[in-house]
């Protein structure tokens, strides 16, 4: 089956502000949008390290798929087979705010 991916609750606020922010000026960008986020995710049912480590805090279970101007940020947690995604982070926004622990 592979790996758990579930959505912290600070995951779940960055998709619904990004498409509620694209919305106001394109409806169906924006839900094309909140797709393509969304399915990047599938690949790391079978493939949890997929992503690079993040650089800014350089731990191996703290990871990111970049998918152009987003950075999807994501723990994995091998013992329980599962994948937390813990933010949708737009590229120009600088360090991403997480906790690394």
Do not use: C, K, T
């Not at 924006?30 to 690079?52: N, T």
């Amino acid at each position: 089956m592979g790996y758990a991916v579930v959505l912290a609750r600070s995951a779940e606020a960055d998709l619904e502000a990004i498409v509620s922010y694209v919305a106001r000026d394109n409806p169906q960008a924006a839900l094309r949008l909140g797709r393509a986020l969304v399915v990047a995710l599938r690949s790391l049912e079978a493939f949890p390290q997929l992503g690079r480590v993040v650089p800014e805090f350089n731990q191996e279970s703290l990871r990111e798929i970049v998918r152009r101007p987003y950075r999807i940020i994501y723990r994995v947690n091998d013992a329980a087979e599962r994948i937390e995604v813990i933010r949708f982070w737009h590229g120009a926004r600088g360090e991403p705010e997480v906790n690394p622990a």
